[in-house]
Structures are given as structure tokens and as C-alpha cells.
């Protein structure tokens, strides 16, 4: 990769898209090494699609709904590479991704996850934290492998459990904490890459 040159991310969403946001809004400072190239969800109603749109850049969709996981997740790969991708940044997307198209992208997949992982891996997070007495939820950015929310971590940040919090108060707060993590690992896994390169 030339010096200056950015690299290319596409990102995979499914609703919102606020870490996509994220990530976009992180693309726009000058000594940002990365851009994005494609916002592509699974659910062609997704708001974070317009979004995307709205801030110029390209944007692609198809439903899962009646599609083998094999055949979906190939079109989202072609898709990918289409754009000239060259890491993936998962974003809210709900899909459990086949061995095949994790392997097509390993050690340049990054996935952010609402707990502290190893903690809490899977669904409902912050009310398995708070049933658990937990002092601090939090969240995890890590390299996507074929294992559910179980790739190395490449950062973490710790967020107070506050007394009456409930599951939606202590997301709402675990989210502002992924809107910055976010970035700052993927910057980092870019940077990390060159430096090896």
C-alpha cells in the first residue's frame, strides 16, 4: 500500500448502522488510514443504508429472507470485493457468518461486541451483566474467526454499572463507548498491517 493511501473498509449492517456512523465520521480526519468504500446490509430497509447514501458512499442490499446462508453470504462477499474492499468491519450485523466467507477474510475482519469478552458472548449482554452483579459492563473489538464472538481481542472498554441501571440504560452508555472504540481499532489493525507489510 503506498504511503498516504488509505485503506479500503466495507461494513456490514443491519439496522442503524451507529457504528458505522462511527466509523465514517473517525474516515473523515486527516490522518484517519482508513476510508469506506461500501456500506452492505442484509436488510435493505436498514436506516444506516440512507445514511451511508446521504454521506456519499456506496451502499448495497439483499435480503437474506428465502436465500441459503452459503448463497447469501457469497453475494455479500462478491459484493465486497467488487467495491475493492480490503477489511470488513462487522457493524450490527445480525447474520452468523459461514466458515467460508470468515475464511476468505481472516485477520482482516473485525467484529465489535456489547460485553467484556470472553464474558457474555451472544445476546442480551448488558441484562446477563446485570443479572450477574457485575460492577462494569462494556466492549470488545475483535478479529472476526469462525468461532461466535471468540477472535482476538484487539481492544476493550470498561463502562460503569450504575445503581437502577437497566439493560437499556447501560446500553445506551455501552454505545457511546463503541462509537469510540470502534475506530480506534480499526485504525490500529490498518497501522499494525503496514507496519508488517
Known amino acids: 500500500m503506498p504511503d498516504g493511501a488509505r ?5 456490514l449492517i443491519s439496522g442503524a448502522g451507529t457504528n458505522m456512523a462511527a466509523l465514517l465520521y473517525a ?3 486527516a490522518d ?8 452492505a446490509a442484509n436488510n435493505p430497509d436498514a436506516p444506516g443504508l440512507r445514511l451511508a447514501e446521504a454521506e456519499g458512499v456506496a451502499t448495497f442490499a439483499l435480503s437474506h429472507k428465502g436465500m441459503a446462508r452459503a448463497e447469501h453470504d ?7 470485493r467488487a ?25 482482516r475482519m473485525i ?20 443479572d450477574a452483579g457485575d460492577s462494569h459492563g462494556g466492549c470488545t473489538v475483535h478479529l472476526v474467526t469462525t468461532e ?9 472498554t470498561r463502562v460503569a454499572i450504575l445503581p437502577g441501571d437497566t439493560a437499556e440504560t447501560l446500553a445506551t452508555r455501552v454505545l457511546i ?21
Not at 450490527?92 to 466458515?99: A, E, K, N, V, W
Open 148 to 156: 461466535l464472538d471468540d477472535g482476538p481481542t484487539l481492544g476493550q
Open 7 to 11: 485503506a479500503s473498509v466495507a461494513v
Open 74 to 80: 457469497a453475494a455479500m462477499d462478491t459484493a465486497i
Open 177 to 197: 463507548a463503541e462509537h469510540q472504540l470502534y475506530p480506534r481499532c480499526l485504525a490500529k489493525l490498518i497501522r499494525g498491517d503496514r507496519a508488517l507489510g
Open 111 to 130: 467484529n465489535i461486541h456489547p460485553s467484556l469478552l470472553p464474558l457474555y458472548q451472544g445476546l442480551k449482554t448488558h441484562q446477563r451483566a446485570l
Open 32 to 39: 484517519c488510514p482508513f476510508e469506506l468504500v461500501l456500506v
Open 83 to 107: 467495491s475493492g474492499a480490503q477489511y470488513v468491519a462487522l457493524a450490527g450485523y445480525m447474520r452468523i457468518l459461514t466458515p467460508e466467507f470468515v475464511s476468505g477474510w481472516q485477520g
Open 27 to 29: 474516515s473523515r480526519a
